[in-house]
């Protein structure tokens, strides 16, 4: 596995389960023993879409056993990754280049409105990100001609579909989750069964349409905004994904084992989700004890090193009934940079689903 953060610990923790073999490379040279060397027939995938190109990792992917080096090469910056859901004719946010001249008018213009840029590569909560009503006198940041412009949209929720596919083309997926941000950083997920049915089918046809187009092996995500037009997609991620914590404690099979049984020709079965899933973010700072005295919490922590804005683990819960799950979140000792996100959440628990 390219990549060693808490997202390859995972995936280590569901091989152990499982009995395959997971190695995961961190993809610095100075960490990484040059000779490592693959054994026997390796399969290789990665926890993240962006590495440093070293020799180390041109190796990796020169390697027979290198997995999903089309979806790598068409996801991993934004401008191709628009394009191909444009090809795909994948519903997306109106989207622009950015060119060195462009302005804001330009793109006001181009856009219909306000707008986002988004930095082509290397942008993840939130970061890399800039908003057209934010701008003053100053204009644009200096780093826009590196960026796509996406139109602001407004949304009634954000949801995200995480799905696998196998070498032979089998798929499958669970059910659509709610997931609640602030400030770009996912705070919250939700699961509750059929509660997004009426989007299931849909969702799941473009995430299949774009798997089958990159013979994708694997678990890869896609999250959505769904607007009055419908379901619009965000963004994909060609791996295992935060809003797909929840399965860890909701699902018969979580994202992390299905993504080793897709690309290590294990049977793909759609998951069993029989009641209500909730995943809290822990960010910023160490969680309150005071959280495990709820009886359907499991914290995950990661052994990160505290920082402003970090994702330092996460909390999962689960309950057959969503009254119940709603009771722990509410009780859940949160910071107040949560309210928003919880408020949201609990309303959705206990309320109907958005149009
Ligand atoms: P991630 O942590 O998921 O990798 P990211 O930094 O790559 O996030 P996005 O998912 O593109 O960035 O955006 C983060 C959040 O910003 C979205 O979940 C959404 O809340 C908001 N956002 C993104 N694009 C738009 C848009 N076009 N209009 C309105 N809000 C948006
Ligand atoms: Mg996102």
Not at 183 to 196: A, E, H, T
Not at 324 to 343: C, I, K, N, T, Y
């Amino acid at each position: 596995m390219l990549g060693d953060g808490q997202l390859g610990a995972m995936l280590r923790d569901a091989g152990r389960r499982l009995g395959v073999d997971v190695e995961t490379l961190n993809p610095e040279p100075a960490e990484t023993s040059q000779a490592w060397a693959p054994r026997g027939h390796a399969i290789i995938t990665a926890e993240r879409e962006h590495w440093p190109d070293n020799g180390f990792t041109r190796n990796l992917q020169a390697e027979p056993g290198w997995l999903n080096a089309a979806a790598f090469a068409a996801l991993t910056d934004r401008q191709s990754q628009k394009a191909l859901l444009d090809a795909l004719q994948l519903p997306t946010a109106q989207w622009c280049q950015v060119t060195a001249e462009a302005d804001l008018q330009s793109l006001r213009a181009a856009l219909n409105g306000e707008f986002l840029l988004k930095r082509r590569r290397g942008g993840y909560d939130g970061r890399g990100q800039w908003r057209s009503q934010t701008a003053d006198g100053e204009g644009m940041p200096d780093w826009h001609d590196e960026a796509i412009a996406e139109r602001c949209i407004d949304f009634s929720t954000e949801l995200s579909l995480i799905g696998a596919r196998d070498a032979q083309g089998n798929m499958v997926f669970y059910e659509l989750t709610e997931n609640f941000h602030a400030g770009g950083i996912l705070q919250i997920s939700l699961m509750q069964p059929g509660r997004f049915a009426r989007w299931q089918r849909e969702a799941e046809f473009y995430h299949a349409r774009l798997m089958s187009h990159l013979q994708y092996q694997g678990v890869l995500a896609i999250e959505f905004f769904l607007t009055d037009a419908g379901l619009l997609i965000n963004e994909v991620a060609p791996r295992v994904h935060n809003s797909g914590h929840w399965t860890l404690a909701g699902a018969s099979v979580d994202q992390f084992e299905m993504h080793l049984r897709a690309i290590s020709g294990l049977p793909l079965v759609t998951p069993m989700q029989p009641g209500c899933s909730v995943m809290v973010n822990v960010i910023g700072r160490a969680v309150d004890p005071a959280c495990l005295t709820l009886p359907g919490t499991r914290l995950h922590w990661y052994g990160k090193q505290e920082r402003a804005g970090r994702k330092l683990g996460h909390l999962n819960f689960f309950h057959p009934e969503a009254g119940h799950a709603a009771e722990w979140l509410r009780q859940l000792p949160l910071d107040a940079v949560f309210a928003e996100s919880r408020e949201r959440a609990l309303r959705a628990l206990v309320g109907d689903c958005p149009e």
